[in-house]
């Protein structure tokens, strides 16, 4: 009889490794090699549910601070404590030219739903004209700039609830993953046992 060896599928770990580095080709990288110990610790680089977890809700916080900041933000994040640093900088990058417009009008509105209703009536954004994408960028900043406090206390808010979703999505898919194959592998255990 032949025996045959049955792992769980490790899918959530298969799927990051194809497009992360390796921890060795990290570590062994010069330019990383500068920062001595700050940047080895394994959790910045390893794929387990925590980390990648981690890395998820650090990167959906960072990806709403304004203006180009938001790798910088996550790596900054990341790094203290200590969840995955490809992930959190990958994860930013739902916020795009394309979403990031509705996304500050889901905070502002959010914001003025935590403030009670405060702050002045919501007025929309300016279309975008890409022949002029410099005086669409200035009145786009404007606007921001014109919804004031409940687009801040909304970018805060909205930050938090999509990192503690996010976090809460990848602890609970992952777990999934790993109780399905399980359950997988123990019917081809006992398929393989008949």
């Given at each position: 009889?032949?025996?045959?060896?049955?792992?769980?599928?490790?899918?959530?770990?298969?799927?990051?490794?194809?497009y992360?580095?390796?921890?060795?080709?990290?570590?062994?990288?010069r330019?990383?090699?500068?920062?001595?110990?700050f940047?080895?610790?394994?959790?910045?680089?390893?794929?387990?549910?925590?980390?990648?977890?981690?890395?998820?809700?650090?990167?959906?916080?960072?990806?709403?601070?304004?203006?180009?900041?938001?790798?910088?933000?996550?790596?900054?994040?990341?790094?203290?404590?200590?969840?995955?640093?490809?992930?959190?900088?990958?994860?930013?990058?739902?916020?795009?030219?394309?979403?990031?417009?509705?996304?500050?009008?889901?905070?502002?509105?959010?914001?003025?739903?935590?403030?009670?209703?405060?702050?002045?009536?919501?007025?929309?954004?300016p279309?975008?004209?890409?022949?002029?994408?410099?005086?669409?960028?200035?009145?786009?900043?404007?606007?921001?700039?014109?919804?004031?406090?409940?687009?801040?206390?909304?970018?805060?808010?909205?930050?938090?609830?999509?990192?503690?979703?996010?976090?809460?999505?990848?602890?609970?898919?992952?777990?999934?993953?790993?109780?399905?194959?399980?359950?997988?592998?123990?019917?081809?255990?006992?398929?393989?046992?008949?």
């Open positions: 009889m032949e025996t045959v060896i049955f792992t769980a599928d490790p899918m959530p770990r298969k799927f990051f490794k194809k992360l580095p390796s921890h060795e080709t990290v570590r062994n990288n330019h990383i090699a500068r920062f001595g110990g940047l080895q610790h394994h959790n910045l680089w390893h794929l387990n549910r925590h980390s990648v977890a981690g890395g998820v809700a650090v990167g959906m916080f960072s990806g709403l601070v304004p203006g180009p900041l938001q790798m910088v933000t996550a790596a900054l994040l990341a790094i203290p404590l200590r969840v995955n640093l490809p992930v959190a900088l990958a994860t930013t990058l739902y916020t795009n030219p394309f979403t990031i417009g509705p996304l500050y009008v889901l905070a502002y509105l959010y914001g003025r739903l935590l403030m009670g209703g405060e702050g002045k009536a919501f007025t929309p954004p279309e975008f004209q890409w022949s002029e994408w410099g005086a669409s960028l200035d009145a786009f900043l404007r606007w921001i700039m014109g919804m004031g406090t409940p687009l801040a206390v909304g970018l805060v808010a909205l930050a938090l609830t999509l990192a503690a979703l996010g976090f809460a999505c990848v602890q609970i898919g992952w777990r999934a993953h790993v109780i399905h194959a399980w359950r997988r592998r123990r019917q081809l255990r006992g398929k393989h046992a008949d």
